[in-house]
């Protein structure tokens, strides 16, 4: 088994290249629109479980010709995740605080996303995986996994290895069908915490959402409403967008999909699955140290639970297997100690904890598709009037 880490910038973010990337996208893109001043401002707005809003953040903090709208579920990130947003002072990054998951905080983004009329006027946009440009970066990840991990690549037909993929919004799985698709021969196994819908999809072909959502050791995966994997489905149903559209309409408007036997089928066929618990994430964690002194996060655990199950259960011995690592365990510190370990905090973490906070509440009950409207129309209308928000 090889973990390759798809953390790569210089804070222990959860940063993969495709984010990276993406977050570059704007300066270049932006570049003509700042040159010239233009009136309309252009706003990336996004909801986070915990990592993408920190990463986000960081690619555009002090940027001229962009503003940055992130929101988080508060108490249901770890500290260190929200410290790492709600500390920027910049005047143009602002951070909400949402009393709810961010399964709760997608959907008024959604919304805000479809009024086409509202996003062309303010310039809305998005720097995690509803941006195509992060999932187009990060098929690459499977391609050099693949690459590292091969035993040969003078036989043909080319040999096949294992990708576990740690699995929350499902970007990074998608990333992985689209390799498939482009003939890449990888076994994509999509690893979930409790929070199991993309588990149940690809076993039972139930695509339902539970009743609520679980709040476990992996916060950043914590998620039942996996927007991408309508892209998954796309994908692998011969890209039928008639389908689709009825599926997910059938979706939003019950909270319950079963997918057609032969959507299913083809599913299952490249994307098989696991679910674990935060019991398993510790003893994960606490295993992967004592036999390799390597300290994972604890969503990296989650994929490399699965290759000690298949260990012990004796399957696929022969067959290359790679892990995706997400993140840094510093980020992790609860989880770190219920695995009787020690965390190991960079100097930069300790910094975050003296600063001073900034973030405005959304409440339970409020409206927060409105609250994001106003906020979105008063960075433009300021723009316009060259003041800071």
Not at 130 to 135: H, L, T
Not at 218 to 224: E, G, T
Not at 249 to 275: A, D, I, M, Q
Request: charged share 20%; hydrophobic share 35%.
């Amino acid at each position: 088994m090889q973990q390759i880490n798809t953390a790569v910038s210089s804070s222990p973010d959860h940063n993969t290249q495709g984010k990276h990337t993406t977050h570059c996208m704007p300066r270049y893109q932006l570049a003509p629109i700042t040159t010239r001043r233009a009136s309309t401002p252009h706003t990336a707005c996004q909801g986070t479980s915990g990592d993408t809003g920190s990463s986000a953040i960081e690619s555009v903090r002090g940027m001229e010709g962009v503003d940055i709208i992130v929101t988080f579920p508060k108490g249901r990130c770890t500290p260190v995740q929200e410290l790492q947003m709600t500390t920027v002072k910049e005047d143009n990054v602002h951070v909400f605080a949402a009393d709810g998951t961010s399964d709760d905080i997608d959907v008024p983004i959604r919304k805000l996303f479809s009024d086409a009329g509202f996003v062309e006027q303010h310039g809305l946009m998005s720097l995690n995986s509803v941006n195509w440009a992060r999932i187009m970066v990060q098929v690459a990840h499977f391609f050099y996994a693949y690459f590292q991990c091969a035993p040969s690549l003078e036989n043909s037909p080319l040999p096949e290895v294992e990708i576990v993929v740690p699995t929350g919004g499902a970007g990074n799985i998608t990333a992985g069908c689209v390799a498939v698709k482009m003939g890449l021969p990888v076994r994509l196994v999509a690893v979930v915490n409790e929070n199991d819908i993309i588990h149940r999809a690809v076993q039972l072909g139930d695509f339902s959402l539970s009743e609520s959502v679980k709040h476990t050791l992996a916060p950043a995966i914590d998620i039942q409403d996996p927007y991408n994997m309508e892209r998954v489905f796309w994908l692998l149903s011969g890209m039928d967008s008639s389908l689709m559209k009825g599926l997910m309409e059938e979706f939003y408007s019950t909270g319950k999909l079963r997918l057609p036997p032969g959507l299913h089928k083809t599913v299952s066929e490249v994307v098989s699955s696991r679910s674990v618990t935060d019991r398993d994430i510790v003893e994960t964690m606490r295993r992967c140290w004592e036999e390799n002194h390597y300290l994972l996060c604890p969503h990296s655990a989650v994929a490399v639970q699965h290759h000690y199950q298949q260990q012990q259960q004796l399957k696929h011995a022969s067959l290359p297997r790679c892990c995706l690592a997400t993140a840094s365990a510093a980020k992790f510190q609860d989880a770190v100690l219920k695995a009787g370990l020690t965390p190991e905090i960079p100097a930069e973490i300790r910094a975050l904890e003296t600063m001073v906070t900034h973030s405005t509440p959304m409440r339970r009950g409020e409206c927060w598709e409105g609250i994001l409207r106003e906020k979105i129309e008063l960075i433009s209308s300021t723009r316009k009037g060259g003041n800071s928000v």
